[in-house]
């Protein structure tokens, strides 16, 4: 609901100085209210006035005002044209995931290995990516490569998920172009042929950049394009790997990953064991299978009005229903 008023804008937003109308009713109905009665003169006390008319309710009298001004507000700014940006459903996609398999990738801080968890979480996320997705595989290390291009065949990176091994290095921001260049080899709309097919990337590292093109220029690449990267923080601070006998804390590097996503107008989240990662990556479904579409909601604000002029007619006719 946060976001609804928070996205919210207005194709006539100058219907919206009708609005003024309340608070000038307001004070009419506060100077009517405040003078004498007629009824008054003719009783000398004010207990006998009781006895006679009944003790009235105020608060439905107040009740009725403030339902019909609120159904004359919601009523104006349904006739503004509002709209606001929604989350529409995606008739089809294409999701590049793209998966740490630097050595770092080894540490056993999450069990069984983290390269391990994080192939087992993939491989239920690509499960339930629905079947017109189109899906990708690409393996971030000193070397990215496009292990499976976009396809429909999910059961194909699911095998390709299992064949994973450890490689040295890491490189973010090529392993950003190389999604980049899997998202060019998904079917496009023919409508617009030279726009790439609507998708997303979501990436997993355990470590900061350590190899060829930054992160943050990989980032600027995919905001270019208009492709969002959703990052996730696999790990905890705690995890280390054995180099030729030497013991080496590989922490997990948030700050780096939540700036590319921030760059590319993605999520970025965190994860520090199997059970985190499965709910990431249920989120990051829910992310990439809508898109941010504007929408027409004078249909909500009449709905609005409606409910709060029928609201305001029964309280009134509660209230003159009394009087008899």
Avoid: C
């Avoid at 004070?27 to 004010?46: D, E, H, K, Q």
């Avoid at 065949?153 to 899997?182: F, M």
């Avoid at 998904?186 to 997303?200: F, I």
């Avoid at 780096?256 to 990556?281: H, K, M, P, W």
């Amino acid at each position: 609901m946060a976001d609804f008023f928070r996205n919210l804008s207005f194709g006539q937003p100058w219907r919206l100085l009708f609005l003024l109308l309340i608070p000038l009713l307001v004070g009419l109905y506060l100077w009517a209210s405040r003078r004498p009665g007629r009824r008054g003169v003719r009783f000398t006390t004010t207990a006998l006035l009781d006895l006679v008319g009944g003790r009235r309710s105020q608060w439905r009298r107040h009740l009725a005002v403030a339902l019909s001004l609120l159904a004359l507000g919601a009523g104006v700014a349904g006739w503004a044209q509002p709209t606001t940006v929604a989350g529409v459903p995606r008739e089809r996609a294409t999701v590049v995931l793209v998966m740490d398999v630097s050595l770092s990738m080894e540490a056993t801080d999450v069990e069984p290995t983290r390269l391990a968890a994080a192939v087992t979480a993939a491989t239920g996320f690509v499960d339930k990516i629905p079947a017109g997705y189109n899906v990708a595989l690409v393996t971030l290390s000193g070397n990215p490569a496009v292990v499976v291009p976009p396809t429909l065949d999910h059961a194909a990176v699911t095998r390709a998920l299992a064949g994973l091994k450890p490689q040295e290095s890491t490189a973010i921001g090529d392993a950003i172009l190389a999604g980049l260049r899997a998202l060019e080899q998904a079917p496009r709309d023919p409508a617009q042929p030279d726009k790439l097919a609507p998708g997303a990337i979501v990436l997993l590292s355990d470590g900061d950049n350590t190899a060829g093109t930054s992160a943050v220029q990989g980032a600027q690449k995919a905001a270019e394009a208009k492709v969002p990267v959703h990052t996730i923080a696999f790990g905890t601070e705690n995890g280390y790997v054995d180099v030729d006998g030497r013991r080496e804390s590989v922490p997990p590097d948030p700050a780096t990953l939540a700036e590319v996503s921030r760059i590319t107008g993605g999520q970025t989240f965190t994860a520090d064991n199997t059970r985190r990662l499965e709910q990431v990556y249920q989120d990051i479904r829910s992310e990439v299978g809508v898109e941010k579409k504007s929408t027409d909601v004078s249909s909500t604000f009449a709905g609005y009005a409606i409910i709060a002029a029928v609201l305001a007619t029964l309280a009134a006719i509660t209230l003159g229903a009394r009087r008899r």
